[in-house]
């Protein structure tokens, strides 16, 4: 047996009692295997609905490695998936350099729905990003939106294809935001909204993270130095009961630079100030090299400063599919009651 079946057992023997739990929740997209922390670095195997979807970041894999994975994860799921794999392990990871002959490119873009907490959600096994158009590892989070946001207002920052806002509404949230400079998230999150006809509807602001917020928390829209302002979506000041502050790694506009590692605070004070009185700001920040501890003390040092102490913080862990041997998660998430 090789060394990457064995992983692949080993990891799919540890996620049996989670997928009773997520087929209760009429869940069906989740981590199979995730290889940096179950034995195989840069390898990732994701169920999204009615596909299957393997990754390499570090190297190319060959096919009787790709059919080992297929075989073992239809072994384990007791159902053959349509399966596609995306080799992003050169110097652009965005670029797919797969051999066509283990993934025929129609099958690899066709549209499809899977679900998650009892939602429907338009998933795309090859795009521009790394994933089918749904992030697996704030799975939690959009679960505490949805139990969480009856009779709410709801701001969803960097909110990609809307999957919190989407949580919000089914949840009973009354006024759901959502914001992000891409409109073709945008236009995603249209679509999981039509997919879902039951729920409210939502607000869709394609806009620049800081003009947005800052708007919405009543401080000026400056450029940063030396570029002028560009035009952007005129936004009345004001308050939601319920925040989720988002953001990338790192990203650069006119308006300004997210940078988790060393700026999270030009992120952080508006969007406290956009925040109710006695409402809830959910956070994030997916860098591993921060730890936990460390960004906790500054988030609630800038909530001090910003005149919005924190009166209540709890850490919602990441799901059981995203292990973590030495317990600091790449993904942090911090619930602050304000």
């Not at 009429?26 to 195997?45: I, K, M, N, P, W």
């Not at 059919?67 to 990871?93: C, K, M, V, W």
């Not at 090299?289 to 919602?316: F, H, I, T, Y």
Request: hydrophobic share 40%; aromatic share 8%.
């Amino acid at each position: 047996m090789s060394s990457l079946v064995q992983a692949l057992r080993a990891a799919f023997d540890t996620r049996r009692p989670l997928l009773d739990e997520l087929q209760q929740q009429d869940t069906d997209c989740y981590r199979l295997f995730h290889g940096s922390q179950e034995g195989a670095a840069g390898l990732t195997v994701d169920r999204y609905g009615p596909q299957l979807m393997v990754q390499s970041f570090h190297r190319s894999l060959d096919a009787q490695a790709l059919q080992s994975i297929h075989d073992e994860a239809t072994d384990f799921l007791g159902q053959p998936l349509q399966f596609i794999y995306n080799d992003r392990s050169q110097s652009n990871s965005r670029i797919d350099r797969s051999d066509q002959a283990h993934q025929p490119e129609g099958e690899a873009l066709e549209e499809q729905v899977a679900h998650e907490w009892g939602l429907r959600y338009r998933i795309r096994g090859r795009h521009s990003g790394q994933d089918p158009l749904l992030f697996l590892d704030l799975r939690n989070a959009r679960g505490w939106v949805k139990q969480h946001s009856a009779g709410k207002s709801m701001l969803n920052l960097f909110s990609y294809t809307c999957g919190v806002g989407l949580c919000a509404a089914a949840g009973g949230a009354t006024d759901i935001w959502n914001v992000d400079f891409a409109e073709r998230n945008l236009a995603v999150g249209r679509e999981n909204s039509e997919l879902n006809p039951s729920l409210p509807p939502m607000q869709f602001v394609h806009s620049d993270y800081f003009p947005a917020i800052r708007q919405l928390a009543g401080l000026p829209v400056s450029a940063r130095r030396g570029r002028a302002l560009p035009d952007y979506p005129r936004l009345a000041q004001r308050q939601f009961d319920l925040v989720l502050l988002d953001p990338p790694a790192w990203a650069r506009s006119a308006f300004g630079t997210v940078d988790l590692l060393r700026d999270y605070q030009s992120l952080l004070k508006p969007a406290l100030l956009a925040t109710a009185e006695n409402g809830v700001l959910i956070c994030c920040n997916n860098l591993a090299k921060v730890s936990m501890d460390d960004w906790r003390n500054q988030v609630l040092r800038c909530a001090e400063k910003a005149g919005r102490p924190v009166r209540e913080w709890q850490v919602l862990a990441p799901a059981a599919d995203f292990p973590s041997r030495d317990g600091l998660a790449p993904l942090k998430t911090l619930i602050l009651r304000l």
